[in-house]
């Protein structure tokens, strides 16, 4: 996708601090963080809400939630604790429309989110 931000990303088209990459994933820094660990995982390919999913697309968003767990291990907060969020469109506050999974981590996350 031309315009998309996280396709820039993907592409090396706009710098961001990436973390993890392999040939269908990647895991960089979000820009503007909602806590002290907060880190993005989205698919190269792709995939505008959780809604466009398709079965064989499944596979990428086990991916993603494994390679969140590895980086939870690596970064030194799997056993302290994190949160794994995907937001879906308007009420779900979705704002870029490129499926990503927010790993967030390095304060006691509250429950309910607003
Ligand atoms: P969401 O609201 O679930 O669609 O989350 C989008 C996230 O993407 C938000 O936390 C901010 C982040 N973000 C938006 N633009 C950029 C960017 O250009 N670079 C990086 N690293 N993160 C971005």
Redesign the pocket.
Known sequence: MQDC?FCK?ARKE?P?QIIFEDEQILA?????P?APQHI?LIPKEHIATINDLVTEQSHLVGRMTLTAAQLAKQLGFANQGYRLVM?CNEHG????FHI?L?LLAGRHLLWPPG
């Not at 960089?28 to 503007?32: V, W």
């Not at 506050?93 to 870029?96: D, K, M």
């Open positions: 931000i990303i706009i961001a960089f820094r979000d820009i503007d909602k993005l937001n506050g979705q704002t870029v990503h927010h």
